[in-house]
């Protein structure tokens, strides 16, 4: 049986084929796109060299959902992440991200609780649990990859305002209203 703590390696072999050292058999960019949103880490590394590849493929699962219109970065957001690895902001941008995400992982997990709290006989949302375990994967990735970059950057202060948290949290909660409406809609 996997372990499921533990990353699954894959090997990229000099065909460029994708070998699950698990399953021993070879895996697609799907594959892995599939593991991950299952809620399992992934470890990609090229056979002959041991470089660790993981990042390249993750860039390229996304760069693939994003072209084949499955937006999830807005385009202001691509162009800041663009623009980030041109300024001094390189060392500062990983860590905000992490952050941001940590925040959303954690308002999300605390919405789906207060709404299991507040009637616990209401059906579960279609598709819910499945988009919470691929944003924990992505999220996951996210902060994994993006390495020590800015490891100087210790965060949001203690002069932040509560107002700003309030209000990132009043954002959350609007996009996760609409994403409940819009699963309200597919279900329909």
Same mark, same amino acid.
């Given at each position: ?8 390696? @894959?090997k ?14 070879y *895996?697609?960019?799907? $594959? @892995?796109?599939?593991? @991950?949103?299952? !809620? ?28 084949? !219109? ?11 992440? *663009? ?24 308002s ?5 609780d207060?709404m ?16 919470q ?22 965060g949001? !202060? ?28 597919? $279900?329909?």
């Open positions: 049986m996997a372990d499921k703590e533990k990353p699954l390696l @894959i990229r072999y000099a065909s460029r084929r994708l070998y699950n050292t698990e399953t021993s058999d *895996v697609t960019l799907e $594959d @892995i796109s599939g593991f @991950i949103r299952d !809620g399992r880490d992934v470890q990609i590394v090229d056979l002959k060299s041991g470089d660790d590849l993981t990042r390249q493929y993750l860039l390229q699962i996304v760069a693939e959902h994003e072209s084949r !219109g499955e937006s999830v970065l807005p385009i202001n957001v691509l162009t800041d992440l *663009v623009r980030s690895y041109t300024t001094q902001a390189t060392s500062v941008v990983p860590q905000f991200l992490a952050a941001s995400f940590e925040v959303f992982r954690d999300q997990s605390k919405w789906a207060s299991n709290q507040m009637n616990p006989m209401m059906p579960k949302i279609p598709g819910l649990e499945a988009m375990a691929q944003q924990e994967a992505f999220l996951k990735a996210m902060a994994g990859n993006m390495g020590n970059m800015g490891a100087n950057w210790s949001p !202060g203690k002069d932040d305002s509560d107002a700003e948290s309030e209000e990132d949290l009043a954002a959350i909660k609007k996009q996760l209203a609409e994403l409940q409406q819009k699963l309200s809609k597919m $279900d329909k």
